[in-house]
């Protein structure tokens, strides 16, 4: 029996190397593997808790609720969105997010706040900042070229962003030569 299941705290591509190699190594049939969910084919009952252990050891969940998969999904197309480099949204995150999940956004920033406790706006600047840490990490771009990859207006705005979310100013975090980047499964 074909199955999809959705999953909570994936967000890269190394968490579908784990779980692919893991379902694999269980010689449970894979049938395709992206972002947020799995698509199997089970044979037992068994077969569902060897996944459902898969996932428990690797720090992942099951999603169990319609509402934690809208959750989940605004997570997955905003990390999609941030892969893609220069950062372009054609109008506003609203109507990428509505298009992206075909729902209403309304419906979608509500359940969003009420499941993470923060809207989906303040969400995608944490993860802008995120994003910003590992640019700087890597030296192949300054300051202005960062904020130009990232979409924002001026590198004032991105300065004044960046010390507000991290308490220290851009040139500050890159002489620590520092990791302290947050785990995007781990921002709230």
């Known amino acids: 029996m074909t199955k999809t299941l959705h999953i909570k705290n994936m967000v890269c591509d190394r968490c579908i190397k784990v779980l692919k190699t893991e379902i694999k190594s269980h010689n449970i049939k894979l049938l395709d593997i992206e972002l947020g969910s799995v698509q199997i084919d089970i044979n037992s009952d068994n077969d569902l808790q060897v996944i459902q252990n898969i996932l428990n050891d690797n720090g992942f969940e099951l999603i169990a609720t319609p ?7 605004v997570k997955i197309n905003l990390i999609k969105l941030l892969n893609k480099l220069p ?21 979608i920033s509500k359940v969003f706040s009420v499941t993470e406790g923060l809207t989906i ?15 700087i990490q890597i030296p192949t771009y300054n ?6 990859l990232l979409d924002y207006s001026h590198i004032n705005h991105l300065s004044r962003q960046f ?15 520092k990791n302290f980047r947050n785990s995007l499964d781990k921002i709230s």
Request: proline share 0%.
């Open 121 to 135: 706006e303040k969400y995608f600047i944490k993860m802008k900042i995120e994003k910003v840490k590992e640019l």
């Open 143 to 148: 300051f202005t070229e960062i904020s130009q």
């Open 87 to 107: 950062l372009n949204l054609e109008g506003n995150l609203s109507e990428y997010l509505s298009s992206q999940m075909n729902q209403d956004y309304a419906k």
């Open 163 to 177: 010390k507000s979310e991290t308490g220290v100013s851009l040139s500050k975090y890159k002489v620590a030569q």
């Open 67 to 73: 509402y934690e998969k809208i959750r989940e999904d």
